[in-house]
């Protein structure tokens, strides 16, 4: 039932748009998913990631593994029914979490050890394990176990890294194959750190294992914007041209366009949703901080010509008067606008190559936050 399909390419770049087709629904691309860490998309309902825009959402597999469990989520027949979101989802392998929030994990070639970050317990994730929690979720879009190593790292130690990524990843191949219901996609993960000829070698050895799509993971890992773009310039036309290309936890606007320039088809962030509880407001102006003072009196919306519901229906003077109280309407009414940014930023990159004019779009782009 997956596949994915080149619409068009930008002929000033490699900018391109496309359609992945999942059994929960067509996603066009360039597209932004919404992070839905533990089956939720912090304080928004399906209906408002609806509303403004969202076609895919992103699930943690460590968090749901971990509470409420498969148990309960299997019992549900799966993610989409227990959150009660109809359309595609996609989720990490749970490798990422695993090394940023849980205790004592230690990789072994069989696979991952950790302690729960809630209650201590011990776990094993293994690259079979982690496709059967995820076909247990019923993702669309299942991603191999990876060795995301930390930044900076040694070329040694990110040497070790790719090589077990490359093992794990035909393990998963392997389970997925065998466990294959054919209304889902497996996405092998690139690794290599920033070192260009490990990470061409990666993509190289992921490609003969053959995914339905390729992710490059490691990156957004603490280095700096240039060395982020530099390995994604360098990795991203290695990949397979007929594949859906996935850069995962990037990242700020201005890392979006430069990344669609590229040819990248999907991304995931936090940043529009945490930052949202943090007052901080995304427009095509910039970011505004709605604790300012400033807005205290100010009857205009977020930002003017919007059309998402906040902007709709509030003034900035309320907004800010919700946030300062630690109202928790706050939280979602600024969610709301930031997703809906994110989705219409990619919704108009995505109409901007259609017509072959990415690069007149990008460089508007940077004038309006001149400005
Ligand atoms: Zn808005």
């Given amino acids: 039932m997956f596949s994915f399909e080149l619409i068009a390419h930008s002929t000033e770049s490699r900018a391109r748009a496309g359609m992945v087709r999942t059994s929960h629904g067509v996603v066009e691309t360039p597209v932004f998913m919404p992070v839905g860490t533990r089956g939720s998309v912090k304080s928004v ?46 989720t990490d392998s749970g490798g990422f979490q695993v090394f940023s929030l849980a205790k004592l994990a230690k990789i072994s070639e069989e696979g991952v050890t950790f302690q729960s970050h809630l209650d201590g317990s011990s776990h094993l994730l293994t690259p079979e394990k982690v496709i059967d929690i995820q076909n247990c979720l019923g993702s669309d879009i299942m991603m191999c176990l990876d060795d995301c190593i930390q930044y900076p790292a040694t070329r040694k130690d990110s040497l070790t890294a790719l090589e077990i990524t490359t093992k794990w990843a035909k393990r998963c191949k392997q389970t997925w194959r065998e466990s294959e219901t054919e209304h ?28 339905p799509g390729y992710a490059v993971g490691g990156l957004s890992v603490g280095e700096p914007a240039e060395v982020m773009l530099e390995m994604a310039d360098y ?86 008067h919700l946030y300062m109280a630690r109202e928790l309407l706050a939280y979602r009414l600024n969610t709301i606008h930031n997703i809906h940014y994110f989705i219409s930023f990619m919704k108009q990159m995505r109409q901007a190559i259609l017509a072959d004019k990415f690069e007149s779009f990008r460089k508007d782009y940077y004038q309006k936050l001149e400005n």
């Fill in 184 to 211: 889902n996609a497996l996405f092998g993960i690139v690794q290599g750190s920033m070192y260009t000829d490990l990470r061409q070698r990666s993509a190289e050895e992921l490609m003969i294992v053959d995914f």
């Fill in 45 to 90: 309902t399906p209906e408002e990631l609806l509303a403004v825009g969202a076609q895919i959402i992103l699930g943690n597999t460590y968090h749901l593994y971990l509470r409420p469990g498969c148990d309960v989520i299997g019992s549900f027949a799966g993610l989409h029914q227990f959150m009660h979101w109809d359309g595609p989802i996609l």
């Fill in 235 to 320: 990795t991203l036309p290695i990949l397979p041209d007929t594949k859906p290309r996935y850069i995962m936890g990037v990242g700020t606007p201005e890392n979006l366009v430069e990344l669609v320039a590229l040819g990248v088809d999907m991304f995931d962030c936090v940043l529009p949703t945490r930052n949202a509880r943090n007052g901080q407001i995304f427009t095509q102006f910039g970011t505004i901080n709605i604790s300012n003072a400033q807005y205290k009196e100010d009857t205009e919306p977020l930002e003017s010509g919007c059309k998402c519901y906040t902007c709709r229906n509030y003034s900035r003077a309320y907004l800010r």
